[in-house]
């Protein structure tokens, strides 16, 4: 336990706030018995998430997503690259996780947060491997020219998941994308077409569009993921960040449309997890990647 | 290129004193003591401030008596038309410093000793005026948290092309070559505390220019003045529930 029985006599006399702030462990420990959190949900239930799309004029597919406060910004630009000579048929997604310091009071400038670049390989590994993109969509010109699409997630609030809110922002970025129309000039290279309202341009899109069908991407096998936390026999899906603070056995599990196991990361933390928990964290993410799978499909009818 | 039409309209369709469509939202930020989003047109910018808190570097406080304020600017990779490849460069590190010492001039940092006040500005679209939009934000998040302020600091930017002075630049109207006057002022106080200019102009078409930005200025300060109070509405009305 580690602390000492004083906190039981102060805590009839301690207003709750300062117990909250003093005994975070017992204050979190008093609601668990009761299969409850500070914030009134049940143990397995995530916070109230929401997607938007195309929030980013700028950007050729954006989206925003809300998990609770945490707040991702996800935006997607193309450019034309030429590809490598061992994948010709191939483009190249490069995805960047951003933590400005707005986000949170810990974050100091000049200095980028610990959790950043991890968050940020950790999510480039799970698109990639979970195949929901497929590269050669991405290519225009076999050898010569193919899409570079630039994924950068900003985190404008981080109150806990923030792997599960980047993620989910980064597929709905995906799935809100539109890849700009592209001509083949004379000299072989490619250009952008802007809108098509000159006459020239107009019949470049006609005679040389090398695109023009293919727009959107095709996702298949979508990742949802959802982030407990393990403390002695409880399992708390979808932290926040006073609990992250406190309690630091984080288990990450995403999971594909089809039930598919994607990934499982667990680093360290004082609890050592049985097989029994990971199968239920793993139930769990089931259950979420459903509420998710919905949460976006209501945004693509819109 | 012709950016007013005979009719007097520009580009977007706006007279030469009609500033871009403002929206301005404080506490979206949950983790900040204070933030705002304030859009001007097509720029939008989130300001958040963390403070007073403890000073973490020592090495920085030069008045012991008196709050330090520091400011980052920073752009999205996204925000402009290409994509950015460094995320520091001169240019974030001059506005950085511009932004700061005009929001320095207008918060009490005398009654705040031995403290820090951090703002934090992050571009997530930038159509042109984005300094004036950072200035705005970063007025509506620091009256969010309480920071106590001698006046709101307010601004906006004007330019002169096709021999008319214009209201509010976007980002074309701002690349077209001619002047660029972007003005900060306390509004109750009648003061400028921030005033710059880039390219030649004549004098007296500087002050028509000048006073144009002005009356931009007192708009957004009736407009941000709307907006906290609406806000301490809210915050009366959420307590007494």
Redesign the interface.
């Known amino acids: 336990m580690g602390l000492p029985d004083s906190s039981q006599d102060l805590s009839t006399e301690m207003e709750v706030d300062a117990f909250r702030r003093i005994f975070p462990l017992r204050f979190f420990e008093r609601h668990l018995s009761e299969s409850l959190r500070p914030d009134a949900r049940p143990l397995g239930k995530a916070r109230d998430t929401i997607v938007n799309p195309g929030l980013v004029s700028t950007a050729d597919g954006s989206a925003l997503a809300k998990i609770g406060s945490t707040t991702m910004l996800a935006a997607i630009r193309m450019e034309v690259m030429t590809p490598s000579t061992d994948s010709p048929d191939e483009g190249c997604i490069a995805l960047e996780f951003h933590m400005p310091p707005i986000c949170s009071p810990t974050v100091r400038p000049g200095r980028p947060a610990d959790a950043a670049p991890v968050i940020s390989k950790r999510l480039t590994d799970t698109i990639l491997s979970s195949g929901m993109i497929d590269l050669k969509e991405l290519c225009l010109v076999s050898g010569k020219a193919a899409w570079m699409g630039y994924l950068d997630i900003y985190c404008l609030n981080a109150d806990g998941a923030l792997f599960d809110a980047a993620l989910l922002s980064a597929v709905a970025a995906f799935s809100n994308l539109e890849i700009p129309v592209v001509a083949l000039n004379d000299n072989g290279r490619i250009v952008a077409i802007s809108g098509g309202k000159d006459e020239d341009n107009a019949s470049i899109i006609e005679k040389k569009a090398v695109n023009k069908e293919k727009r959107k991407l095709t996702l298949k096998n979508i990742p949802f993921s959802l982030t407990c936390i393990l403390h002695k026999n409880y399992i708390l899906a979808d932290p926040t960040t006073e609990e992250e603070s406190i309690m630091d056995t984080l288990v990450t599990v995403v999971l594909d449309a089809s039930d598919q196991l994607v990934s499982l990361y667990k680093s360290g933390g004082t609890v050592l997890a049985y097989s029994s928990a990971v199968k239920s964290c793993v139930e769990l993410a089931r259950k979420r990647a459903k509420e998710l799978k919905q949460i976006l499909g209501e945004m693509d009818i819109d | 290129m012709e950016y007013v039409n005979p009719e007097g309209l520009r580009l977007d369709g706006r007279r030469f004193n009609e500033m871009r469509q403002i929206v301005a939202e404080v506490g ?5 003591d204070g ?1 705002a989003v304030f859009e001007m047109g ?1 720029t939008k910018v ?3 401030v ?1 403070g007073p ?1 403890e000073i ?1 570097n020592k090495s920085l406080q030069k008045k012991n008596d008196h709050a330090l304020v ?1 400011c ?1 600017y ?1 752009m ?6 290409d ?1 950015r490849r460094q995320k520091f460069d001169r240019r974030s590190t001059e506005l950085s410093l511009v932004i700061r010492q005009t929001m320095e001039a207008c918060i009490l940092t005398e009654l705040l000793p031995h403290s820090q006040i ?1 703002i ?3 571009v ?3 159509d042109g005026g984005t300094r004036s939009a950072c200035i705005n934000a970063a007025t509506l998040a620091l009256a969010d948290a309480g920071i106590p302020m001698r006046d709101l600091a307010v601004s906006c930017s004007a330019g002169y092309l096709n021999s008319t002075p214009l209201l509010d630049l976007n980002y074309v109207e701002d690349s077209a070559g001619g002047t660029d006057v972007t003005v900060g002022i306390l509004p109750k106080l009648d003061k400028v505390t921030l005033l710059q200019m880039d390219a030649k102009l004549p004098m007296e078409t500087f002050e028509t220019v000048f006073a144009l930005a002005s009356e931009g200025c007192k708009a957004i300060a009736e407009r941000i003045r709307e907006v906290l109070q609406e806000n301490t509405k809210q915050l009366e009305y959420r307590r007494a529930a």
């Open positions: 979206v930020v949950s983790k900040a933030s097509n989130i300001a958040a963390y808190r973490q520091l980052e920073s999205a990779q996204f925000s402009t038309g994509r951090d934090f500005l992050q997530l679209q930038a």
